[in-house]
Protein backbone atom coordinates (compact mmCIF):
# COMPACT_ATOMS: atom_id res chain seq x y z
CA UNK A 1 0.00 0.00 0.00
CA UNK A 2 1.06 3.52 -1.19
CA UNK A 3 2.14 5.87 1.57
CA UNK A 4 -0.62 8.08 0.16
CA UNK A 5 -3.36 5.63 0.20
CA UNK A 6 -2.06 5.16 3.57
CA UNK A 7 -2.43 8.72 4.61
CA UNK A 8 -6.01 9.13 3.14
CA UNK A 9 -7.46 6.06 5.17
CA UNK A 10 -6.01 7.28 8.38
CA UNK A 11 -8.08 10.68 7.59
CA UNK A 12 -10.89 8.72 6.43
CA UNK A 13 -11.01 7.13 9.77
CA UNK A 14 -10.27 10.01 11.66
CA UNK A 15 -13.72 11.52 10.67
CA UNK A 16 -15.64 8.17 11.10
CA UNK A 17 -14.61 6.90 14.66
CA UNK A 18 -16.60 4.54 16.27
CA UNK A 19 -18.11 5.40 19.41
CA UNK A 20 -15.91 3.14 21.37
CA UNK A 21 -12.80 5.30 19.65
CA UNK A 22 -14.50 8.41 20.41
CA UNK A 23 -15.25 7.70 23.80
CA UNK A 24 -11.64 6.95 24.44
CA UNK A 25 -10.07 10.44 22.83
CA UNK A 26 -12.12 12.49 24.70
CA UNK A 27 -9.93 11.27 27.88
CA UNK A 28 -6.79 11.05 25.58
CA UNK A 29 -6.77 14.06 23.52
CA UNK A 30 -5.70 17.92 24.16
CA UNK A 31 -2.91 16.30 27.09
CA UNK A 32 -6.02 15.50 28.93
CA UNK A 33 -4.43 12.50 30.26
CA UNK A 34 -1.73 12.36 32.09
CA UNK A 35 0.00 15.36 30.42
CA UNK A 36 0.57 12.99 27.26
CA UNK A 37 0.34 14.23 23.70
CA UNK A 38 -1.59 11.39 21.67
CA UNK A 39 -2.20 11.16 18.38
CA UNK A 40 -5.29 9.23 16.97
CA UNK A 41 -5.21 7.09 13.50
CA UNK A 42 -1.61 7.58 13.23
CA UNK A 43 0.23 5.82 10.05
CA UNK A 44 3.12 3.52 11.30
CA UNK A 45 4.57 1.68 8.26
CA UNK A 46 1.85 0.35 6.16
CA UNK A 47 -0.31 0.19 9.22
CA UNK A 48 -2.89 2.81 10.94
CA UNK A 49 -3.25 2.46 14.72
CA UNK A 50 -5.92 3.81 16.74
CA UNK A 51 -4.15 6.05 19.26
CA UNK A 52 -0.45 6.67 19.71
CA UNK A 53 1.92 8.15 22.43
CA UNK A 54 4.87 8.83 20.79
CA UNK A 55 7.04 9.92 23.59
CA UNK A 56 5.92 6.79 25.81
CA UNK A 57 6.27 4.59 22.80
CA UNK A 58 2.62 3.08 23.73
CA UNK A 59 -0.30 1.91 20.72
CA UNK A 60 -3.70 1.44 22.07
CA UNK A 61 -5.88 -0.53 19.93
CA UNK A 62 -9.57 -0.62 20.21
CA UNK A 63 -10.85 -3.37 18.55
CA UNK A 64 -14.37 -4.07 17.45
CA UNK A 65 -16.07 -7.63 16.62
CA UNK A 66 -14.31 -7.76 12.83
CA UNK A 67 -11.17 -8.57 15.33
CA UNK A 68 -12.19 -11.67 15.94
CA UNK A 69 -11.92 -12.97 12.73
CA UNK A 70 -8.80 -11.21 11.84
CA UNK A 71 -6.17 -12.38 15.33
CA UNK A 72 -3.61 -13.63 12.69
CA UNK A 73 -3.29 -10.24 10.88
CA UNK A 74 -3.39 -8.62 14.36
CA UNK A 75 -0.72 -10.87 15.88
CA UNK A 76 1.01 -9.78 12.77
CA UNK A 77 0.67 -6.14 13.32
CA UNK A 78 1.46 -6.07 16.91
CA UNK A 79 4.83 -8.06 16.63
CA UNK A 80 5.65 -5.18 13.68
CA UNK A 81 4.78 -2.46 15.65
CA UNK A 82 6.73 -4.14 18.68
CA UNK A 83 9.54 -4.69 16.62
CA UNK A 84 9.47 -0.51 16.47
CA UNK A 85 10.03 -0.37 19.98
CA UNK A 86 6.31 0.35 21.09
CA UNK A 87 3.93 -1.80 23.41
CA UNK A 88 0.56 -2.19 22.20
CA UNK A 89 -2.64 -2.33 24.24
CA UNK A 90 -6.03 -4.05 22.73
CA UNK A 91 -8.78 -3.45 24.25
CA UNK A 92 -12.81 -4.31 23.12
CA UNK A 93 -14.87 -1.83 21.94
CA UNK A 94 -17.68 -3.13 25.11
CA UNK A 95 -14.32 -2.55 27.38
CA UNK A 96 -14.08 0.93 26.56
CA UNK A 97 -17.98 1.52 26.62
CA UNK A 98 -18.77 -0.13 29.69
CA UNK A 99 -15.28 -0.48 32.08
CA UNK A 100 -13.86 2.96 31.39
CA UNK A 101 -12.21 4.09 34.27
CA UNK A 102 -10.87 0.19 33.93
CA UNK A 103 -9.60 0.86 30.64
CA UNK A 104 -8.09 4.22 31.65
CA UNK A 105 -6.38 2.65 34.71
CA UNK A 106 -4.77 -0.27 32.42
CA UNK A 107 -3.20 2.36 30.43
CA UNK A 108 -2.16 4.77 33.31
CA UNK A 109 -0.45 1.62 34.83
CA UNK A 110 1.54 0.35 31.66
CA UNK A 111 2.72 4.15 31.06
CA UNK A 112 3.67 4.03 35.10
CA UNK A 113 5.81 0.95 34.16
CA UNK A 114 7.14 2.35 30.87
CA UNK A 115 10.68 4.79 31.15
CA UNK A 116 10.63 8.46 31.39
CA UNK A 117 11.67 10.03 27.96
CA UNK A 118 15.15 11.19 28.20
CA UNK A 119 14.96 15.69 28.58
CA UNK A 120 15.95 16.89 24.96
CA UNK A 121 19.11 19.01 24.85
CA UNK A 122 18.86 22.79 24.65
CA UNK A 123 15.09 22.97 25.72
CA UNK A 124 14.15 25.60 28.43
CA UNK A 125 17.91 26.86 27.96
Known amino acids: MSAEKVLNNA ?19 AHRFMDLKFKRQKPMGRHIVDFVCVDRQLIIEIDGGQHAEQTGYDQHRDVWLRSQGYTVLRFWNHEVMHQLEGVLEQIRSTIALSPSPSPTSGRGE
Open 11 to 29: KTLRANQTEAEQRLWHHLR
